[in-house]
């Protein structure tokens, strides 16, 4: 069975402060997606990683993958308060099936 | 842009009752699926579907069945609902990779609670 381990699992971070937010898969997989969930809120995407090194950025995310090691990094830069929220990583098996991670819940304090 | 839309937000059932839950994407998606979310147990896909009247289980199919009549719609039904069904639905799609990257789009959700 295919886990995915996401740490930490509760994260409160200054504002202005940097912070990464680490993925770990126990299978192969070359695709790895990461939302943002709001409180009472859906998940909303925020990157998509298809291949080994794949680096995306967006604002003050930035997320990157590394096959190999089976794992994913969401880096925080000078996080503001708006970035307070859920972050998951998935992972993208054949069959059509998505394995989330438990999430980490983030908050920025000022 | 994507929609996926979930037919209510909130709901509230009493136990033994036959729940539907209807989900309708707007973006001709062939994969649709269902998962329920609860705190400490992050999501946990119900069914899904990669075509019409085609159907897999997921991970916690049991008490619940699915129905796809049509491509941009997908259907959860609870047959007898039970105060542990009681959650966080949540209804996605997406297109089969490569066709895109492959991410699900996730409708709002419906909360449900089972007395």
């Known amino acids: 069975e295919l886990k995915v381990e996401q740490n930490p699992l509760f994260l409160s971070m200054q504002e202005g402060k940097n912070y990464t937010i680490y993925c770990n898969y126990s299978?192969?997989?070359?695709?790895l997606y990461w939302y943002r969930q709001d409180p009472g809120k859906s998940l909303e995407s925020l990157f998509v990683?298809?291949?080994?090194?794949a680096v995306k950025q967006e604002g003050r995310l930035m997320a990157s993958l590394d096959t190999k090691a089976r794992l994913s990094t969401l880096h925080i830069t000078a996080a503001v308060h708006d970035l307070s929220a859920t972050y998951f990583c998935?992972?993208?098996?054949?069959?059509?099936?998505?394995?989330f991670g438990t999430g980490t819940s983030l908050t920025v304090i000022p | 842009d994507v929609k996926v839309t979930q037919s209510s937000r909130y709901l509230v059932k009493r136990t033994g009752e036959k729940v539907f839950l209807e989900c309708v994407q707007d973006?001709?998606?062939?994969?649709m699926f269902w998962y329920r979310q609860d705190p400490g147990l992050g999501l946990r896909l119900i069914y899904f579907?990669?075509?019409?009247?085609?159907?897999e289980k997921g991970d916690i199919p049991e008490g619940y069945s699915v129905s796809r009549e049509k491509k941009e719609r997908f259907s959860l039904i609870l047959e007898s609902a039970s105060t542990n069904q009681t959650s966080m639905y949540l209804c996605?799609?997406?297109?089969?990779?490569?066709?895109?990257?492959?991410?699900?789009?996730f409708g709002p959700g419906t909360r449900l609670t089972v007395t």
């Open positions: 299978t192969t997989s070359d695709r």
């Open positions: 996605a799609s997406r297109r089969t990779p490569p066709l895109a990257g492959g991410e699900q789009y």
């Open positions: 998935a992972v993208d098996r054949p069959g059509n099936q998505f394995y």
């Open positions: 579907s990669y075509d019409v009247k085609m159907k």
């Open positions: 990683l298809l291949s080994n090194g």
């Open positions: 973006m001709d998606h062939e994969n």
